[in-house]
């Protein structure tokens, strides 16, 4: 029971880890701050370029700002419809690892058996783990080659630095991780069988025991009962001793 506790409290606490993960995950998909640069001489002639997986963004030091989305998808480098394949899917099986953790914890009580919740909970935690790993490979491949193009001495466009959407990225995605290991090995210890385990051995028995007609048997019978069958030895001997008696009379001189 105790440790039955113990589990419970920690599939709470790292269902509330990966959801708060998911949450900044997706809080990332609609934020513009994925890289920044500005651009100006002096003060008043200052303009901040930043951008996202979507579209590109333009502000000045007036206040106003401009967005335009990427003109045309087929024209688009690899790497970015590769990222922004990679953020759906980590938003999408965050999603269903949410639904499958909350079916499957103990403090719940929407499954049936305790294994049956273990193995639920269990799938949950895999998906977690596939979200973790989409978001933290795409925040990484995009600060990657951020931080390629600003040290190239030969890159000679614009250069851009890593925004406040990756490092967002990167925290979510790191939770959503660390929780959808912790919760995969205690969830899997329980419900899935160890290949180690060994198997329950039979219950002990009462054996036949060594008389006089079983030590006649052949080497290779043998026999197994539940009785011992010294009892069935001895009323067989009486029943068959039964009709072999014979009655004898005694006259009043024996007892002399």
């Not at 934020?31 to 963004?57: H, P």
């Not at 003109?71 to 099986?93: D, E, K």
Request: a positive charge; glycine letters at 10%.
């Amino acid at each position: 029971m105790k440790n039955r506790t113990v589990v419970m409290y920690m599939e709470i606490g790292c269902f509330v880890s990966c959801l708060c993960g998911w949450i900044l995950v997706c809080s990332t998909l609609p934020t513009e701050y994925w890289t920044f640069s500005e651009v100006g001489s002096i003060v008043l002639t200052t303009s901040n370029y930043y951008s996202n997986l979507w579209k590109d963004c333009i502000s000045d030091t007036t206040g106003v700002s401009d967005c335009k989305d990427y003109p045309s998808m087929l024209g688009l480098p690899v790497y970015l419809h590769a990222c922004r394949a990679l953020a759906v899917c980590a938003v999408i099986t965050g999603f269903f690892g949410g639904v499958l953790t909350l079916i499957g914890m103990k403090c719940t009580k929407i499954g049936g058996s305790e294994i049956a919740n273990a193995r639920v909970t269990f799938a949950g935690g895999i998906t977690y783990l596939v979200s973790g790993f989409c978001g933290m490979i795409t925040y990484s491949w995009w600060g990657n080659k951020i931080v390629t193009e600003y040290l190239d001495p030969h890159f000679r466009a614009q250069k851009f630095e890593i925004g406040a959407a990756v490092f967002i990225g990167w925290g979510g995605s790191t939770l959503l991780i660390s929780g959808g290991t912790v919760l995969s090995y205690f969830s899997g210890k329980e419900g899935l069988p160890s290949s180690s385990s060994k198997r329950p051995q039979r219950p002990a028995t009462y054996a036949t025991a060594r008389t006089r007609r079983t030590y006649m048997l052949p080497a290779s019978s043998s026999r197994v009962t539940l009785v011992p069958p010294l009892f069935y030895e001895g009323r067989k001997s009486r029943t068959s001793r039964a009709p072999t008696k014979t009655t004898r009379t005694f006259s009043r001189d024996d007892f002399v």
